[in-house]
Structure formats: C-alpha cells, structure tokens
C-alpha cells in the first residue's frame, strides 16, 4: 500500500513535538525527518528521541533527509561527515538516507565531478547497507539528479540506490513525465506539492499529479524490498499553515483512493 507523509521541513519553525502532532491531525502515516532542524545529523539523542516518539504514535520513518551531498570533498560539504548522517539515521529507525548529488546540475558538471559523485555514491551505499539502511537520491534542480538522462546515468552507474522524485517547477508536464519514467526503475519515494514556492494548495495540481501517478510502479513497494513500502510525502504547503496541510492531505489520501482503490 501508498503511504501518505509529510516532509518535516515543512514545517521547521515547529518541535517535533508539534509536527507529530500536524501529522496525526491530518491523518498521514508517515514522516521524514529532516536533517537541518528536527533530527541534526550527529545528535543521536535527538535521533532516538525523536524516532522513540514517532514510533509511539504508530508512523512509519521510511526516511531520514540528510544534505549529505555526494562527490562533494569535505572541506566544501555544508553537512557532516556520512559516517555521522548514517548513525543518526539508524538512531531514528529511518528505512533509509535521502543524499544530494553534488551540488551542480548534471548540464554543467564536468567529467571529474560525476566521477567523484558516482564514486562517493557506491561507497556510502555500502555502508549504509551494513547498517540495513537504504540510499535514496534527492531529485532536485542545481543537482546532478536533475534531468532524466542524468537520473539513468546515476541508477545505472551505481547498483542498489534508489531516487525520489518531484516535479520541478522549470520543467513542462511532459518533460516531468519523461524524468519519472526514467526514475521508475528504481524508484523510492515523491515528494508531493503543486508548487515549490509552496504558493498553492496540492488540489490545483491535479490533472498534473493524475498524469504522474499514472506512471507509478505497480508494486508498491520497492524493488527487492518489500518491507518498504513507497510513500508519497507532501512539502511545500501554501504559506506554511497548518490549514494547507489539512486540505492537502485530504487530497492527497482522494487521489490515493482513485490510484489504489483497493489499498
């Protein structure tokens, strides 16, 4: 079955405590905490106490979203080091580890950099796996997971990852479609908004978001692990207000219905 979640940056003016607490009133089952605020990569005590408490209200951790930038050499990396980001994420209870690519656009990086990031992506799978973690890729602008080339190149150079996707804003219906055809190989989880300025309610993107879901795998969990089922998350609610988030979910779990009837 679709999981329905929120993205907890989507609020980080919030404790934990109130996000937990947005989510329960807007009857979502999933969370994914973010690494900036809510759940700081190296701060295992916040990471179990946050986990310990999302457990006791019975929701699921499918993913904790690090910015952790593959490729990128420490000296330059705004997060710390992956070996820190893992033991937070297996603290929380998270199914797995959302990373950046780079943190230049697939159109633009040279040869060396997606290299390195290919690189430092199969190294940090590994020991993500020891821990019984996924890696996930941030599908994202400015990112080399950012064009549905650059999503095949990735999936293909590095066995075992997964990708999130999301529409992006600069980018026609149909060349959305075209980068989640090329995700849907290896495809883990969506971020679901209508706008990435979080400007407008999720109810105005709907004959968009009925042409994606259309594409999404039949099975709903994620290839060759189906103790992880895929979840659709919502980011970017209108002005940040817990009524958006209230009018999005009640959209989101209509949507699901028509797209799962059964589930």
């Excluded at 499918?62 to 710390?80: D, F, I, L, M, N």
């Excluded at 290919?118 to 941030?138: F, H, N, Q, S, T």
């Excluded at 064009?147 to 992006?168: K, M, N």
Aim: proline share 5%.
């Amino acid at each position: 079955m679709l999981l329905t979640g929120l993205v907890s940056v989507t609020f980080r003016q919030k404790t934990p405590e109130e996000v937990l607490n947005c989510v329960e009133a807007a009857d979502l089952e999933a969370i994914e905490w973010g690494g900036d605020i809510h759940v700081p990569a190296g701060d295992l005590a916040a990471a179990r106490r946050v986990g310990n408490l999302t457990r006791a209200r019975h929701l699921a951790i499918p993913t904790y979203g690090s910015y952790y930038r593959a490729g990128v050499p420490a000296g330059e990396q705004k997060s710390p080091p992956f070996q820190a980001v893992l033991a937070t994420a297996a603290e929380l209870g998270a199914g797995g580890i959302r990373v950046w690519t780079h943190q230049v656009s697939s159109q633009k990086a040279s040869a060396d950099q997606w290299a390195r990031t290919i690189e430092d992506l199969a190294r940090i799978r590994d020991l993500a796996a020891a821990k019984g973690l996924l890696v996930y890729l941030e599908y994202h602008n400015n990112t080399l997971n950012d064009r549905a080339a650059s999503t095949r190149r990735l999936l293909e150079a590095v066995d075992g990852i997964y990708t999130f996707w999301q529409p992006l804003n600069e980018l026609t219906r149909e060349e959305n479609t075209k980068t989640l055809t090329a995700a849907r190989i290896r495809l883990a989880h969506l971020h679901v908004f209508s706008d990435q300025g979080s400007s407008c309610l999720l109810e105005t993107g709907e004959q968009d978001w009925q042409t994606y879901f259309g594409l999404l795998p039949e099975q709903d969990s994620l290839p060759a692990r189906p103790d992880q089922p895929r979840c659709l998350m919502i980011e970017f609610v209108k002005d940040q207000s817990e009524d958006s988030l209230l009018s999005d979910a009640r959209t989101l779990r209509a949507w699901r219905k028509k797209i799962r009837p059964d589930g």
